[in-house]
């Protein structure tokens, strides 16, 4: 199966998780299907995964500080609402 080209515009620009919601919404795939359809796609054509831009400080800060809050709301729906 092909990739549109809004997916592949997706991919080579880095947005993976957009691409798998394309993927989904254009097939009606599963998540666990289109994930590994782009992935697959992914594998066959590495030259995609290489022109990633990095991210700025701001942007790791961010991913950091969401990673966190993500935590500490699992840690307290675990240890205090049991």
Known sequence: MSLSPATLEALSAGR???????VRKE???GLKQAKELVDIH???NPDLLTDRTPLSAGQKT???LIAGITVAV???QVLVKK
């Open 74 to 76: 699992i840690a307290y």
């Open 27 to 29: 097939t009606g795939l």
């Open 62 to 64: 961010l991913g950091f």
């Open 42 to 44: 992914l594998a066959a």
């Open 16 to 22: 993976t998780i957009d691409a798998i919601k394309q």
